[in-house]
């Protein structure tokens, strides 16, 4: 896995139809310009089982099927060791939160170089992964195109960041998640996960944290986007307590003014005046 291969990195939150073509341009060529080990191993392994089927050769394919679960076991057991111990110190924890992101980018990196396929199919199987439903996501395109593959990264994007908000979301990480928070400087795919990680656990002070990762994204990238649709996503729980509610529109109205005066940190003026409007219209119970 490449940390670095983030095919949203230079997508651009459109707007309007120019920048709905920048949207897809940087996506698309992301994808092209992608590791290539995942392609390789998913080839070679289709001809190993072609040979496997011939009369009188023994292919061994185990070192794939390992390679292809692995990365949902070693999740699973990075999952356990953040929820259920609680005798190792605060750093080690906070590294195997960083070892579990990078879990989440690769099941991402894998759909995203598989992401002409999904396109085409309602289930498309990767070792333990299936990927469900993302050719609704290119609906009305054609599958080969680049709108109709960005259109399912991103939706790609989404649905990973909101199944490992649901699976991993709990307050008493709530700590973790905001020292992670804190010790980045720029974002990208595994910063919007853990953005995602903080506004669902909702501890103590994860406001300050979340706000630190909306500034730290650029006004307009896609991955800005993802975190206001985040907080939108959490707005719609009727259990949300009035406390966490303020801060969550506040995200909302910090995000928007972001956008709009296409500044690093809107001034607590921009954030009201956006947060005023946004309840004179009614846009957020």
Known sequence: MRKEFDPLSDALWAVDAKEEEQTWAPIAKAI????????RIDSLKTSLLAEARTANQK??????????????????????????????????????????????????????LFAPELAKSKLYRWGAMAFIDFDKAAKDLEPDSHEAISAVVLSLSRAVSLKTRQTLGFQKLGGI????????????????VNFYHLIGARAEGWENAAE???????????????????????????????GDRAKLK?????????????????????????????????LIG
């Open 59 to 112: 292919v061994t394919i185990r070192k794939f099927m390992d390679l292809e679960y692995a990365l949902v076991i070693i999740k699973q057991n990075l999952s356990e060791v953040l929820k259920n111990v609680n005798d190792v110190g605060r750093d080690t924890k906070v590294e195997a939160y960083e070892l579990l992101l990078w879990c989440e980018l690769c099941a991402f990196q894998i759909g995203t």
């Open 250 to 282: 506040r995200l909302v109205a910090y995000t928007r003014a972001k956008r709009a005066y296409a500044t690093k940190r809107p001034t607590e003026q921009q954030i009201s005046k956006h947060l005023q409007r946004m309840e004179k219209q009614e």
């Open 32 to 39: 092209s310009d992608g590791p290539e080990e995942p392609k």
């Open 212 to 242: 630190h990762l909306l500034a730290a994204a650029e006004p307009g990238s896609i991955y800005l986007w993802m975190m206001l649709h985040g907080v939108m996503d959490e707005l719609k729980h009727d259990v949300v307590r009035m």
């Open 177 to 192: 998640f905001a020292e992670r928070a804190f010790r980045s400087v720029e974002v990208g795919f595994l910063e919007v």
